[in-house]
């Protein structure tokens, strides 16, 4: 059985200090910067990304740990 990662925000597999939108099949070209959120935000305002979730673990198929570097 095939685990299929979800589609989020993962840190960039091609080396760049970004994070990339994997969309649940393939790495697409949104990238955002790894930044933490800004100081004046208010409290419960949302203004980046989720925060990176792990991928599927060694040998579990397609994703983002698999993708090509």
Do not use: C, F, I, K
Request: aromatic share 8%; hydrophobic share 20%.
């Amino acid at each position: 059985m095939t685990t299929q990662t979800p589609a989020g925000w993962y840190p960039d597999p091609y080396g760049s200090p970004n994070l990339r939108w994997w969309d649940g099949n393939q790495w697409t070209d949104a990238t955002h910067p790894l930044e933490p959120p800004s100081q004046g935000a208010p409290a419960g305002t949302h203004t980046g990304p989720q925060a990176a979730q792990p991928g599927p673990g060694v040998g579990q198929g397609t994703g983002p740990q698999g993708a090509p570097q």
